[in-house]
Structures are given as C-alpha cells and as structure tokens.
C-alpha cells in the first residue's frame, strides 16, 4: 500500500517556481532519497510534507488522508532537521520527551517511550547531559529520538549527516540503515551526496531544478540513466561525455562518429532517424580497462591520483577534451605518457540530441542486455 | 622566564605600563564625578566654601551619611519610590516587549519595518519634548498626582529601545528551534514559553538591565511635571529638598545620592550574574 503520494505537488514564491509539479508514490517501509544539486528544490519539498512550507498546487497524501492543510503534528510525521535544533536548555531526556510532553502524556508514559528510545540510540548514559556537551553524532542521535519517540509513520530527514565529518558520516549511515530495518517505518531522506544517496535507498528520487528527472533504484539509476542530467549526477568520479554524429542507426547497432577519438559501434535499437544527429555517448570512468577492448582509444594523463585500491586519471583525449579513467589497483601509468584504454560498448551510454537516454530495448523492442 | 600566557596576549613592560595608563585616565575620567561626589559627602559644609578648594577632605566623616535623615525624614519614601517605579516599569515593559520581540523577530506582517521604524522614531524625541501634550492628556484621564501617571510614561519611552535590543538577541536564536517544535506539535506560546524564553534569558537580563536603568533615570522628568505629591517623589525629585532657601547642604545631598543609588546598583549587580553567554551552545551545527 502506498503511504505516502504526491500529486502535481507544486511550491511558488511569487513569481518563481521551486517545484513543478512532482508526482511520487512511496510505499510503506521504503527508505526514498531524494538527491540532487543545491537548489534543486529537494529541501523544499520535503518541508512541504512535513507542513512546513505551505503548497502552491497539487496534493500530498499520508496514508490514504489528504494533508496538505493539516498542521504536521497530525500528518504522522517525524523531521529531523540538518541541524538537529536541539534545545540547548533541555537535557537529552527533555530533549526526547518533548513531543510526549506536548501531547501532554502521563509522566511514566514518557519515561517509558523516552527509554526506548534512549536504548535503540545507545543514548541510556546521556539521558542527564545537555546537548552542548555532547559530539556531533551524539547530538545526532538526540535529534533522532526526538522524532522516534512520536512513532511516525513517516520520517523525514533533512541533510542530516552533512555536518558530521566523514568518518562519522559513514558510521552514522550505517546505523541510520539499521535503524530503518529495526523499526520498518518509512523513511524520507534528503542529500546532496549521491554516495548517501546509492548506499541507503530503496529508491531514489534525482531532482534537478524542482522535476523529478528520474525514480528508481540505485542501481537502476546508475546502469539505465534516463538522461544525460541523471547519468553525470550519479556515480563517482562522473561519467564522461563525449559527443559525436550518428553514422549507421539500426534495430541491432548505432554507429556512431566520435571524431579523433574513433567510431563506436553501440548495440541499441536505434531509429533510422538519429542517423546524422548529434548524439552523446557515455563512459563510466570505471569501466574503463587497461589496453584493447571491443571499442579502444589512446588517453594522455595529466594528473594521476593513487588511492591504492584504485587509481585515478585525469586525461586528455586525441581532440583535446578532458577524460576520466579509473583503474583498479595501481597501474604503470605516468604523467604525460599516453597509453591505450579500452571499453566494452555494451557498457556505455547513449543520450540523444536531447539529452534522452537510447535504451537499449526501446523503440525496437529487444530485451539483450 | 617561564610565560603561561599565549603569545598574543604577551606584552612588554613598557606596554603594559602604557595599556594600564590608558585604562586609569579612561576610569578617572568616567568616575571623576562621583569620586568629587564622594570626598564632598565627607566633608563638613563649612570646609566646601573655603578658599583655596581642597579637594581632600581634612578631617572628613561620615556625619551627613547620619544627619541627612533628620533634615529630609521622607528621604527612605523617595528611595523606596525611585526603587518601586523602576521596578513596576520595568516589569511592564519586559511583559510588553518579550511578546512583541518575539513577534517582530520571527513573523513575517505588513507594516513590520514601518512600525520598528516608528518605534525608533518614538526614541528619537526625548520625554521633555512632550511634555505638555502628556501634561495635557493625564490631566483630562484625572490621573495627575499618581504612580501611574510616572509610571504609563516611563513604560511608553522605555519599550522601543528594549524591543530592538530583544528582538536582535532572538534573532539569533535558530529558526530551526520553532519548527522542530511546530513540527513536535507545539503551539507558538508553547514553544515561545518552554524554547524561546529560556533560550532568550540572557537577552531578556540586558533588555531588563538597560530598562531598569533607564527608568531610574528618567523618572525624574515625569515625576518634576506629573506630580506634585511629596510622598510619592522619587529620590531624583526629592533631592530638591536638600536646597534650602539660604543655602544648599552640599554633603548631605552628596550623601543621599550615594545611599540613593546603593539599592539600584545591588538589583544591578545581582541581575548582571544572569548574564549567562553561551547559553545557546549545541542547539544547533553553525
């Protein structure tokens, strides 16, 4: 069942459209995340469901209860907020309790629901301190408990990691996605890093200027980009564009010209209409290997950064425009000296004129992958 | 030499001889009133008038801090009224000001600026400049003769400045603070009860110190024009009563200022310790 839907859900401030009109449908215990650049309108429309923010058009739907005009206390939601908005007065116990103590609960009542909560965060031996005193991830957790203890249907994070450094980052990600599977309550994330993005959701919302440009899984989203926005946002380092002129389009092949770089041969149902367009093809940085492959071409690195498990090169292609490759391990490359990179086909990605990804199956209708 | 302090707070000898010459002019030039107020109240009257002026006082005591009380016996009625009026106004205006800060510091309504403008405007005219037209208007309400009519006054001139001194402290206070409790379900008086004010303590002490202050000092205007009563003079008006028709007893009047002041300073210094900064530490990640 799903629980929570928008529908043509719009914001404006005067004359300035921050969404427009977005249509998503959640399911009960999904973790959503919703990422894209700053800007894009994410933070906005998770203030919208949250009741924060007062919606220009369109409809939002919790559990089967149109809520657009409700206050968020009775939307069934939790927020926590990017930067916690502890109170600094409170203990960590009042802290948590406050929600209960507006609802106005009985005094054993909220030691009870506070301690559970106290205990699925690790936060029994804080329960006295003032957040002041506490680190960030600490902090963090008490931002959590505060919208635990509530027993939302739906929880709403908003960039709740950003101010944590990366290791606590990583740490708190993880038990965020535990905390998911402890209490199988739906949960709502918002992020500007993809990586938050790919390692905890379900499904992820890629928003760009107040549209949705795609929904789908992580590894939907990085195998089958819809467009070319989709396809450089996800995925680290970004994937390479290189542009070219279509020469042959087939229900089995897209030739296409890249110029200096040479003429790959695409196996997607193209139309015979892209036959002399402009079209973009897409390399993942990563599939990229050593030496000759089916579709092969010669990279001249400037910076080469080792990380050890894997290497880094920033290069520069025969017509001179930026590349990035990514080896495993640390490969005999130096700086300045070209080599041979090749690529299955298979593997890359074909964005029209448009910018609108050439899947493999579509318009012709084969399912090879 | 072993030195703990940090190198930038390091000096040289000369340099601390100068920072230290710097600070006693500053603290001569500030006090140096009060300081002649002083050695004056010590002195007998006779030695005041003598030429040369000394400026010690020769065999100086503290007999007019005990004969000032049998010359003006009203003198503890005009203490206890400078003190009673300061505190009810300032009572009053911090009931009047923390809603309306709050107000001007987090909603957004037509004719914010235009009316924090006006309030500052309102600052801009001293009391004197309206005099008559308040003379005017308390003598048509009858109330001519009161507390209150020293008391309505002090409150109106008093609540512009405490609103902009509030509402720039609750501005710092995180927007984030409200929704996390708008969104815990807290109505806006629950949240400004049980988050803001709080929060705003120390804010509230220096809008209630500078009101307490401002409302000692500028009693003495409202009580001159609005009232004729003697009981409920405050001590700036009542201090008249040291000037004599032939002369005025200078160190008596010396030493009713400083026993005036003395209860003042004490809520003053007794407020001061609510001054608490930092408060706000962990609300939020700046």
Redesign the interface.
Known sequence: MSQLVLSDLRKSFGDLEIIKGVNLDVSEGEFVVFVGPSGCGKSTLLRMI???EDVSGGEIVIGGKQVKDL???KRG???V?????????MSVFENIA??LR??GLSEDKIKERVGAAAKVLQLESRLQQ?????S?GQ?QRVAIG?AIV?QPKIFLFDEPLS?LDAALRTEMRVELMSLHQKLGSTMVYVTHDQVEAMTMADKIVVLNAGTIEQIGSPLELYHKPDNIFVAGFIGSPKMNFLSGTVTASDRGNVVVDLGKVGTIKLPRGGHPDLVGKTVTVGMRPEHLALGEDKFSFEVTPGIVERLGIHTLAYCTLADGKNFVALFEGDPEINQGVSFTVGIDPAKCQLFDSDGIAVHKESQSGMHSS | MKNSKPMIDRYTWYETIGIYAGIAVLMFFVLAPFIEGFLVSLKPLALLFSSPYSFWPENGSFTAYFTLWDRVPMMGWYIFNSLLLAFVITVVVMCLVVPAAYAFARFEFPGRGALLGAFLAVNMFSGAVLLIPLYRLMRSLGVLNTYFAMIVPGVAFLIPTAIWLLRAYMMRI?R??D????????SRL?TLR??IL??AMPGIMVAAIATFIGAYAQQFIFALTFNSKTEYMPIGVGLFAFFGRQEVIWNELMAACFIGITPALLIIVFLQRYLVAG???????Q
């Open positions: 949250a009741g924060l206050p968020p206390v939601i939790a927020m907020f990017q930067s916690y908005a502890l109170y600094p007065h406050f929600p507006v609802e003032r957040p002041g005193t506490l960030g902090r505060r509530r101010n | 995180p984030e603070l929704e996390a409790a708008w969104v815990d379900g807290a629950y049980r988050v709080p929060i408060l706000t530490a962990g609300a939020v990640k």
